[in-house]
């Protein structure tokens, strides 16, 4: 196995130390997103018991973070269903006194009164429950987090990831299509002073206009965890971004990442983003054709960029020798 290393600093992601064991304090294990336990055995069901809580952690930081998160971790519990499967999730609120909550279900096209936006549900309070019992319609990346209170609540760690699958995948695998060995990564950032996360709730205008980027970045709910990949083996890396201000910019220096789906499910060709691309002059005034020219996106090709709240798959083939080491980077994006 070579480690692929998923690092985090506010600056420029640089190398783990070599000689450090895979980081994985009770904060979260970084080679697993928490997939739940599944209480239903129809096999197209999935059903499971949300407790959002305040709950100390050790995230990778100098001390334990008062977080909030749903079951004692973050992120959540991974959901992964089939496109067509029914998902019941029973919440129970077990916030502090001033968090009123609901889970909505970031880009699942579901009824009003299961979406978890305050405008259709009325909010779950403190020592309350409810029931969510949707459909989840169609293949692609999703994720969950509240909507009331939303950036702070998400800022401090209520959220997770939702995998709907093609119903073609064990297809895809076995053709030799998709890689057999795939890794959920839910990419976010945070902010704390001593035990406490800092409130990104603000009625300045800059602040709302231009958001705010926490100071550490977490993979998987870790700072700086170290991961396994398979050497000169395809995987997969299903990324979902749950930061609600910072982009990130995605690069594995020596080895392309190829963008094979996200948000919508797979895509219908395989494709290598970044680098240039050719842009067409034309006259403001007349519409006459000046030519054409090649403009940089921002990003290098083999890259991947993840908007707040985006999702991306990617499949990565490394190379190498076994126990070499690959630095997941982060780096600005304009």
């Keep these: ?45 999935f059903e499971a018991n949300f407790t959002a809580s305040q709950v100390s952690l050790d995230i990778g930081l100098d001390e334990r973070v008062d977080v909030l998160a749903y079951n004692g971790q973050i992120p959540g519990p991974e959901i992964r269903a089939v496109e067509g499967d029914r998902v019941i999730i029973h919440l129970t609120n077990d916030l502090p006194a001033d968090f ?21 549900q009325a909010p779950v309070k403190p020592g309350e429950t409810f029931t969510y019992d949707f459909i989840v319609p169609r293949t692609g990346i999703y994720w969950y987090h509240p909507h009331i209170r939303g950036a702070q609540t998400t800022h401090s ?52 206009m231009n958001g705010t980027e926490g100071a550490s970045l977490l993979v998987n709910g870790q700072v700086m965890p170290t991961l396994e990949v398979p050497v000169g083996e395809g995987m997969r890396l299903q990324i979902v971004n749950t930061a609600i201000t910072r982009f990130y910019r995605l690069k594995i220096p020596g080895v392309t990442m190829y963008r094979v789906g996200g948000e919508g499910g797979l895509l219908e060709t395989v494709r290598v983003e970044g680098g240039a691309v050719e842009a067409t002059m034309t006259d403001t005034d007349t519409g006459a054709d000046l030519g054409s020219l090649q403009r940089s996106v921002g990003f290098e090709r083999g890259e991947v960029v993840v908007a707040p709240a985006q999702r991306t798959d990617v499949v990565i083939v490394p190379d190498g020798e076994v126990g070499d080491e690959l630095v997941l980077r982060w780096e600005d994006y304009a």
């Design 1 to 45: 196995m070579r480690n692929l290393i998923a690092l985090a600093t506010t600056v420029l992601l640089g190398c783990h130390p070599a000689d450090d064991k895979p980081n994985k304090p009770d904060g979260g294990d970084p080679t697993t997103t928490g997939t739940s336990i599944d209480i239903n055995p129809d096999p197209n069901i």
């Design 157 to 208: 760690g209520l959220y997770g990831a939702l995998v709907v699958e093609d119903p073609e995948l064990e297809t895809l695998v076995a053709d030799g299509v998709l890689p057999t060995n795939h890794q959920t990564l839910v990419l976010s950032d945070i902010s704390t002073f001593g035990e406490l996360v800092l409130s990104v709730e603000s009625d300045n205008a800059m602040v709302l």
């Design 100 to 120: 009123d909550t609901t889970i909505h279900w970031h880009g699942i096209e579901g009824t009003n009164d299961m979406d978890g936006t305050p405008v259709t």
